[in-house]
């Protein structure tokens, strides 16, 4: 089957500008984390949804960073007043439900580019 | 928070020797340990995994190893192979996930 996706693939956005990343999860995954990875990091987490709710947003860094997820199962990142610091690899994963050891399935990626 | 270290960051070997990626993690709390490979440009997949009810997992030339007194586990890759070659990351799992900054291991023919 479909694995998860995210759109766009690449996105180059000018500083001050708003920009939103879909992820589409596998169909039936409950759950939906958010990660940002810089070059030569590992992915460092931002958020993570059980269903519809965030059941933790401690990693999103500051106010300008906001995530979606109504209907349970797309979500949409959604980062305002863009900065070159955000400049990173946006990764979605999802699993099946909540247990920690549920395999989690990243998709590739959006890559942001600010200038 | 959970902090997770990884050594080394950078590995070559021999084609057919071993390779062991280390790292430690600080909260006792983590009961979920995998593994993922990331070939460039690409997105991390899940190789190996463990759980802290388990001390060592084993799959064809890949294992793992935990040892919860020390906080530490461990990624061993026997019979090395070209196609291993890729960036590896370890992870804890508390409430969520902590990630180690990535080894890369290059593996000559």
């Known amino acids: 089957g479909a694995g998860v996706s995210q759109t766009p693939s690449n996105k180059v956005t000018e500083k001050g500008k708003y920009v939103e990343l879909r992820c589409d999860p596998i169909s039936g995954h409950t759950a939906l984390y958010w990660y940002r990875q810089s070059l030569g990091q590992g992915p460092e987490f931002l958020i993570y949804f059980q269903g519809t709710g965030a059941a933790d947003d401690s990693g999103l860094p500051n106010d300008r960073f906001f995530a979606v997820r109504p209907e349970g199962s797309v979500s949409t990142l959604k980062i305002q007043r863009t900065e070159r610091g955000d400049s990173a690899v946006y990764l979605c994963a999802s699993s099946l439900g909540s247990v920690s050891y549920n395999e989690q399935f990243f998709g590739p990626g959006t890559r942001l580019t600010v200038l | 928070g959970e902090n997770v270290e990884q050594h080394p960051s950078t590995l070559s070997v021999q084609e057919g020797d071993s390779a062991v990626i280390k790292c430690t993690y600080s909260?006792?709390?983590?009961?979920?340990f995998p593994w993922y490979k990331q070939e460039l440009g690409k997105r991390p997949q899940l190789i190996i995994d463990i759980r802290s009810n388990v001390g060592e997992k084993k799959d064809q030339r890949i294992a793992v190893t935990l040892n919860k007194t020390a906080k530490h586990f461990s990624l061993h890759i026997t019979e090395t192979q070209p196609e291993d070659s890729a960036v590896y990351f370890c992870?804890?799992?508390?409430?969520?996930?902590?990630f180690g900054t990535g080894t890369s291991l290059t593996v000559i023919p």
């Open positions: 992870a804890a799992h508390y409430h969520q996930f902590y």
């Open positions: 909260d006792s709390a983590s009961n979920y």
